[in-house]
């Protein structure tokens, strides 16, 4: 099959979140399993300009603007990337925003035009995909786009009619709660008249909502987890969209994302001071005293180690965490024999509070940075590693802390569920990978936590046997390409249904 990637973000390119990381390795994986790819991504500043470009106008609105698409590749693997560049739209500081200004006002604009370009941008290349698979809501609109030129744009001559008939539509959600919301009064940066908007399933609750377009306009529809994919059909998860979505129930597949085992492997992970793996632990020790050097913990070995790395957002649970008088951090370590390392970036408010809990507590240590050498570091040398998440549609830090043989303690929630298998005290070994709460709640986190801690304390040798499980753990790529290949041939067969 040929399928171009819609998206916003790809590594090495672009990367906000989760998204960047999965369209790269998916599309690699894809190729190997013999599908012809290419991504298709607005160029940013601060991105190399490949040689090759080719200019041309798009008329959207009232205005006129001038592009010109780079393509780079194909690389040994034959991806290719296709760049669509519009200074004025796309040489910002950031992909959604700035500091200063965190969604970018013309947001609806810059995305719309983005979408829009993919039709003459294909006819430039001269290649018509079966598949268009668009990512999250600021690639959504291209669904629509594809709808409009099909059904009743005059622009539709000059273009080749296989590229409205031929492909069918799969979109694939990776967070729910970013939808791309709008003002009514914003539809004319869209190029659609006001009259359309119903008809073509953008309108939710007086507003212009892109993702409810997408899952409406999608032939087939996936999310990065099984688990997640069930949730968002509730009101609890859905946000606001589950009706939409329990509609098309039978269209929605979860899938798990893939991790990457060359970057993440503990056996030759270069910031590891040594290597170590589930044969031959000792080297997991030597990691964690360097992980307490390196945070001005005191290095004992008997003394439990547990790290967090990530967003500091609600999503991330930091509410029932580490709200002022209240958060599950201060009773763990005020009131148990514990050490914690937390690395993350993420709302003020949260950031002051770790480094007040920080002065009163001499077990915790908190980095408010991007650290990717020390995001590993703590992956190796914890022997527990904790996510409170509210919610948590795949999530990587799971993974990555089994395969380094750090024990998850989770909420079960999305992905989570999906890749973490809770503790019991059976048998010899024990059985499980980890430690699952139900609710990201103060006192299900610290009671997860002395759960996790009882188990160190009295039954040590379940705590090797839980490590050496997780582990061997694998989440590949391959197995999820070919899923994402069978919901394509079901995108293909959909496209019969309607449309
Ligand atoms: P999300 O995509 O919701 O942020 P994931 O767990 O899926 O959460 O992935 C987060 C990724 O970002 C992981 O690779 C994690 O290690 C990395 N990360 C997040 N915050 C930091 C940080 N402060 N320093 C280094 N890496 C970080």
Redesign the pocket.
């Known amino acids: 099959m040929r399928i171009v990637m819609v998206t916003t973000e790809a590594v090495p390119y672009a990367k906000a ?2 998204l960047g990381d999965v369209v790269t390795p998916l599309s690699r994986e894809l190729i190997r399993l013999g599908h012809e790819v290419r991504i298709y991504m607005p160029f940013y500043s601060g991105m190399e300009k490949p040689n090759r470009g080719k200019r041309f106008f798009l008329h959207h609105g009232n205005n006129s603007f001038h592009l010109t698409l780079y393509t780079a590749g194909p690389e040994k693997d034959g991806l290719i990337f296709h760049f669509l560049e519009s200074p004025p739209l796309f040489e910002r500081e950031g992909i959604y925003g700035s500091k200063r200004e965190p969604g970018y006002r013309d947001n609806l604009l810059r995305f719309s035009v983005f979408c829009h370009a993919l039709y003459p941008s294909l006819e430039q290349l001269n290649w018509t995909p079966d598949i268009i698979h668009y990512h999250d809501w600021p690639a959504s609109l291209v669904s629509m786009y594809g709808r409009i030129l099909k059904e009743s744009n005059p622009l539709r001559e000059e273009f080749s009619e296989e590229i409205y008939s031929n492909p069918a539509y799969v979109l694939s959600i990776h967070n729910i709660g970013y939808q791309g919301v709008f003002g009514i009064e914003e539809h004319k940066a869209m190029d659609i008249p006001q009259s359309d908007l119903a008809s073509l399933g953008l309108m939710l609750n007086g507003t212009i909502n892109l993702l409810q377009g997408g899952i409406l306009n999608a032939h087939s529809i996936t999310t990065v987890s099984p688990h997640y994919a069930e949730e968002i059909l509730t009101p609890e998860y859905g946000s606001g969209l589950e009706l939409v979505l329990l509609n098309r129930r039978e269209d929605i597949t979860g899938i798990l994302n893939g991790m990457d085992y060359d970057q993440w492997d503990p056996s030759r992970d270069p910031y590891l001071p040594v290597p170590f793996s589930s044969e031959d632990l000792s080297g997991k020790e030597h990691v964690k005293a360097t992980l307490q050097k390196t945070s001005g913990l005191p290095v004992e070995k008997e003394t439990p180690l547990i790290g967090m ?3 500091l957002v609600d999503q991330k649970g930091i509410v029932p965490f580490c709200a002022p008088d209240y958060g599950a951090l201060y009773h763990i370590c005020a009131e148990h024999p514990v050490q914690m390392v937390i ?3 993420g709302e003020a408010w949260c950031e002051r509070e770790l480094l007040v809990l920080e002065k009163k507590l001499p077990n915790l240590k908190v980095f408010l ?4 050498s020390l ?1 590993h570091l703590i992956e190796g040398g914890s022997d527990f590693f904790l996510m409170p998440s509210i919610y948590e549609p ?4 799971q993974m ?1 802390s089994l395969r380094y043989g750090s024990i998850p303690i989770v909420t079960r929630t999305g992905g989570l569920v999906d890749t973490v298998e809770d503790y019991r005290n059976e048998g010899e070994k024990g059985k499980g990978t980890g430690f699952i709460f139900s609710r990201a709640a103060p006192e299900e986190i610290v009671e997860a936590v002395r759960r996790a801690l009882t188990v160190w304390q009295q039954n040590r040798h379940h705590i090797v046997e839980l490590r050496k499980r997780g582990m061997s753990k694998r989440f590949t790529w391959e197995e999820s390409a070919k899923r994402y290949t069978d919901v394509y041939k079901k995108g293909l067969s959909n496209k019969s249904l309607f449309r």
């Open positions: 979140g989760g790395v990530g967003r690395l993350g970036t940075e991007f650290n990717d995001a795949c999530g990587l830090n990555y």
